[in-house]
């Protein structure tokens, strides 16, 4: 799924991905709104599930310390949060690219930061 960059903020709890149930994954999708989509550097979050793996790339646009330490500070409370699901949380870098462009093909956008 693409969203375009200029459309409002996505913010999507129910995004059916592979998994146990789309409840769980609710859940999970929370998490991430919650604990990393808050920040104000993140500007993408995708989610995606391999066997008993869940992939989260947070995607921020340039590197910066204080919103990768941010981000991994979030990450641990989600993972806190399910301490019985596997999580492999990447952070990419933008830089100008439409975030969609700088993971796997497969992950699904849960929250996209709209420009405005």
């Known amino acids: 799924m693409s969203v375009p960059l200029g459309d409002p903020a996505w913010l999507i709890s129910d ?8 409840a769980f994954n609710s859940r999970i999708v929370g998490a991430l709104e919650r604990e990393i989509a808050r920040i ?3 500007i ?3 989610l995606g599930q391999t066997s008993s793996v869940y992939s989260v790339f947070t995607v921020i646009e340039d590197f910066d310390p204080d919103t990768m330490e941010a981000v991994y500070c979030a990450e641990d ?4 949060e399910f301490p019985m699901v596997t999580f492999d949380f990447a952070v990419r870098l933008a830089q100008g690219q439409d975030p969609t462009m700088v993971v796997p093909m497969d992950q699904r956008a849960v929250f996209i930061r709209s420009n405005g």
């Not at 995004?15 to 789309?22: A, E, I, N, R, T």
């Not at 409370?77 to 806190?80: A, C, M, N, T």
């Open 15 to 22: 995004v059916p991905v592979p998994g146990p149930s789309v």
């Open 40 to 42: 104000p550097g993140v």
């Open 44 to 46: 993408a979050i995708f």
């Open 77 to 80: 409370r989600v993972q806190e």
